[in-house]
């Protein structure tokens, strides 16, 4: 899935950004909190979606069925 493969690749680009950010030390650290709590709600949500499309890869729904990824999430 082409899409699996985006999420992997803007996941590891956010990660990247993290860390450009946490080794910058000309940022102050209240700052560095701001500048990385939306990169990281990003990366939750791409988190999620990533393990859903996987599962969903794994256990496609049947035909004329409900997925049931709700059931999958904790």
Request: aromatic share 4%.
């Amino acid at each position: 899935m082409n899409s699996i493969k985006h999420i992997q690749n803007a996941l590891k680009e956010l990660d990247d950004e993290v860390q450009k950010i946490l080794l910058d030390w000309s940022i102050p650290l209240n700052e560095k909190d701001n500048l990385m709590l939306p990169i990281l709600q990003q990366k939750r949500v791409l988190t999620q979606t990533l393990e859903d499309l996987t599962y969903l890869k794994e256990n496609p729904p049947k035909p004329n069925q409900p997925c049931g990824i709700s059931k999958y999430r904790d």
